[in-house]
Structure formats: structure tokens, C-alpha cells
């Protein structure tokens, strides 16, 4: 029987490093589900793996894409499975790590099926979105579709226009087409959640921002600018910066929110991954224990 590791936990909490060990000890590639570190203009903002760790271990969804290429969960889930079907062929125990909640369902779980949008669909969404605002396209999802109103996530506009897109295309109702169908894999899914105490992780996150504005985060902002408006760049870090430049905020008004807003999207990491009763859960520098567990495991199997 063949084995996937996932590897999770928010952002800072210490995936990276202990992802290489673990990949290293049970003869893994490390399979990244982080849908910002598919892109290779940003290193720094998303810590990525360095040049030191890369050479260490094999990764695979890093640094494959470019800014202005279209990307989404269910293009990664058709390229992360099929990879890890193609690799379980040679090795049966491999290593799935990330922090992106939808790229890692999509493998676990799978995603509907949604219609393809067209482009002029999409171009006309958010050039109303640019001039409008989200307002009125709540207002249309909410005439059009109001039981998946009722339960998105109204701040967060990218999915609202998604649900109005497929709406607009169709002319069905978004929530239609979600069947939350959890798909069959061909293996079994073993998930290892990695958690520090809450001020731990918070503090965490305040040191790496400083760290990532010493390794030229502000210079990799600047060099993504004239792309500012690519749904890649609509992350913690970049946008912050975005509104820097354009003299919205002040410099040290600009770190500040990029620390407050990396720890409200690590809250919200939380309190998905609490949701999940499959997940076994360890602190980061517990090492060992996490490796025994997963020797057990390898070894009930095999």
C-alpha cells in the first residue's frame, strides 16, 4: 500500500526545515503545496526554500511559474496527483507539504468540477470590481445565488467574483455545482500537523517579516509593481507594499501591517486546520517523536 505524508500548519510555524528532514529520512521528494511559491519572481515574500535547501532534497511546485501565468487548486490537483501517482510507481511513502488550505484539499479531497470561464467573462468582472467595488457584485451573487451568499466569505472578493463568474457563464447558480464529494485516492493519506503556542507562532511571524525585509522583500515588491493587478500578486507582503509605493502608507506603517495581516491569515490557517479530527498533531522541535510516528506507520504497512 502506497503513503502520502502532509506535512501542515500555518504560516511560520517551521514546515520548511522539518519537511527536509523528513523527506530525507523516508527517501521522499518534497511535493510543496503552497500556491504562492509556484512563482518564481517571489522568492523572498513567500519563503521559499533557499538555493542550500533546494540542493538538499527534490521539490517539485516550486519556482515553476511565472506571475503572469494562470494557475489555480484544480490545475493542482490534476498535476499533484498525477505526479504522485507516477512517483508511488518507484517509491511508496512520499511527502505532501504546504500551508495552502485549497491546494491541500484538492489533494485529499478533490475539487468539483466547474465550468471554464471565458475571458471576457472574467475581464468584465473585474474591470466592474476596479470601477464599483464588490458591492454590486454581492448584490448580483446574492439575487443569483443566494445560498452560497449565505456561507462565503464576503470580504474575500476573489471568491465572490469566482461565484458570479461561474454564474454569469452558466446561468446556474455557483453552489450547483459543489457536491463536496470527497474523491477515492489510490493510497493512504496520513496528516501531521505541526502547532506552537499562539504567542510563539506571533512572534515568529514578527521576526521573519523583519528577515524578509533584509533579504530584499521591498526590492522584490517593487520589481512585481507593474503586475500589481495579477490575481498572483493579491497576497500578504505585496499588497501592503503595493500601497507603499503609491504613498498610501508610511514605511514602518507597511511592515506593521504586513506582520498584522500574516498573523490574521495564520489565525485563519488555525482554525481550518482545527476542523480537521485526521490531523495527529506535534510541536515543530519534537523531531523524533514526529519521525517515530511516522516510522510506526511505515512499518504497519509494509
Known sequence: MKILFVLLGPTGVGKTALSIAISRHIGSPV?????????????????????????????????????????????????????????????????????SMMYIDAVCKGIDEMPTVTQDIRDALWEQYDKEGLAPILEELKKTDPTHYNNVDRMNHRRVIHAVEICRMTGKPYSSFRTNTVKERPYIIHKIGLMRERQE?????????????????????????????????????YKELFLYFDGTYTFDETVEKIKRNTRIYARK??????????????????????????????????
Not at 522568492?43 to 538555493?51: C, L, M, Y
Not at 514578527?206 to 490575481?231: C, H, I, S, T, W
Request: proline share 4%.
Open 31 to 99: 511535493i510543496s503545496a503552497d500556491s504562492r511559491q509556484i512563482y518564481k519572481e517571489l522568492p523572498v515574500g513567500t519563503a521559499a526554500p533557499s538555493k542550500e535547501q533546494l540542493a538538499l532534497v527534490k521539490h517539485y511546485f516550486v519556482a515553476t511559474h511565472t506571475l503572469s501565468d494562470y494557475y489555480s487548486a484544480s490545475i493542482f490537483e490534476e498535476e499533484a496527483t498525477s505526479l504522485i501517482n507516477k512517483l508511488h510507481e518507484s517509491q511508496p511513502f512520499l511527502l505532501l507539504c504546504g500551508g
Open 201 to 237: 507562532l506571533f512572534n515568529r511571524i514578527n521576526k521573519r517579516v523583519d528577515m524578509m525585509f533584509d533579504e530584499g522583500l521591498a526590492e522584490e515588491a517593487q520589481r512585481a509593481y507593474p503586475m500589481r493587478n495579477l490575481n498572483s500578486l493579491n497576497t500578504v507582503g
Open 269 to 302: 490557517q488555525i482554525t481550518w486546520l482545527k476542523r480537521d479530527v485526521e490531523i495527529k498533531w506535534f510541536h515543530p522541535d519534537n523531531e523524533e517523536d514526529i519521525i517515530s510516528h511516522i516510522d510506526n506507520i511505515c512499518n504497519t504497512i509494509s
